[in-house]
């Protein structure tokens, strides 16, 4: 259950069940005195008690511990409302920060879905089931915000924080120059695409993470440790997949279109997704949500560089090729 992936840098990986991710990595650094982790899992039991194990098991004191933490997601953020100490200092990103704080995002984007054609009591079920609502992070959390080119150390190792938005408004990766090591959380993994999904109008994050991507892909490193399954090298070659997944999926979008003006949830629904359900009709809400923020994020993209263009139509949001 615990790797030792560098001296003094440990990989738990913590359980995540009935989640296609499996598990989530958590990344202990051990340092004299104070000990650093990278990101958690959810707020569960099922993740605390692998979590309380493994720490047990490396002898770390959570009272002589800080923590950073990648992105807002549950799987990421969730626990450490559960591990952290008076004493811990806790890194996070100031937009990610800026959304938790702004409250719940669940109303606010059903107006989004309903105008994009996401059917209601569908949306309804996609929230009432949402692990990232179930599991998250209880209480207020103090931050301490960090920004670009900011250095955390820890024992041996200097990390410098990498912004990489795009899977999440504020995403942060951590890079190690020396060792030439790359903590990438959610933004490159070696057998999943990263979700990039949007849920409201005034963001770009495609563009955003493929700008991330071009940002990392100069950086010199050796390993990559991700936010899950398992460490890869060669990160160029995953970056350069990464950008023809969606450059693949940008033509998807506009080939469904060219056969006729459609809204995001019809556009979702014609789309070829990776999972294991014989329809479009038997996915369960949830995934259909997860696809439909794909497909959105996809359009704003194409919109944006003038390929595709939107208009609405009474209550709703039609989408078409640019003449
Ligand atoms: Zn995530």
Redesign the pocket.
Same mark, same amino acid.
């Given at each position: 259950m615990i790797e030792e992936v560098l001296p003094n840098l440990y990989k738990i990986e913590v359980p995540l069940p009935r989640n296609p991710l499996q598990a989530i990595n958590s990344y202990i650094i051990k340092g004299q005195g104070q000990s650093l982790i990278i990101d958690t899992g959810m707020n569960r039991e099922e993740c605390m008690r692998v979590m309380s194990s493994g720490l047990k098991e490396l002898e770390v004191d959570l009272k002589k511990t800080d923590f950073f933490i @990648? +992105?807002l &997601?549950a =799987? +990421?953020l969730g626990l450490v409302s559960s591990l952290a100490t008076d004493t811990s200092t806790i890194y996070f990103n100031q937009p990610d920060a800026n959304s938790i704080n702004s409250g719940s995002p669940w109303e606010k984007n059903a107006r989004f879905a309903g105008i994009n054609g996401f059917p209601e009591d569908e949306h309804k079920k996609a929230i009432e089931n949402h692990p990232g609502r179930i599991y998250s992070a209880r209480g207020r959390l103090d931050f301490h915000i960090v920004k670009e080119a900011d250095t955390i150390s820890i024992g041996d190792y200097s990390f410098k924080c990498i912004e990489t938005p795009g +899977? @999440?408004r504020g &995403?942060m990766c951590l890079y190690e120059p020396n060792k030439k090591i790359f903590i990438s %959380? =959610?933004h490159i993994l070696i057998d999943i695409t990263?979700?990039i999904s949007l849920w409201s109008d005034d963001e770009n994050p495609l563009r955003e993470y493929l700008h991330s991507l071009d940002k990392v892909y100069d950086l010199d490193i050796e390993l990559v440790l991700p %936010?899950h399954r398992s460490t890869f090298k060669n990160h160029k070659e995953r970056i350069e997949e990464l950008k023809h997944h969606h450059q693949t999926r940008a033509e998807e979008v506009l080939s469904i279109l060219e056969k006729g003006n459609k809204n995001a949830f019809q556009i979702a629904s014609q789309m070829t997704w990776d999972l294991s359900y014989e329809s479009w009709e038997l996915f369960p809400p949830s995934q259909k949500w997860f696809a439909f923020g794909e497909t959105i994020s996809h359009l704003k993209y194409l919109e944006e560089r003038r390929k595709i263009q939107k208009e609405t139509q009474g209550q709703e949001v039609v989408y078409s090729l640019k003449e």
């Open positions: @990648t +992105h &997601h =799987d +990421h +899977h @999440t &995403h %959380g =959610d990263p979700n %936010g």
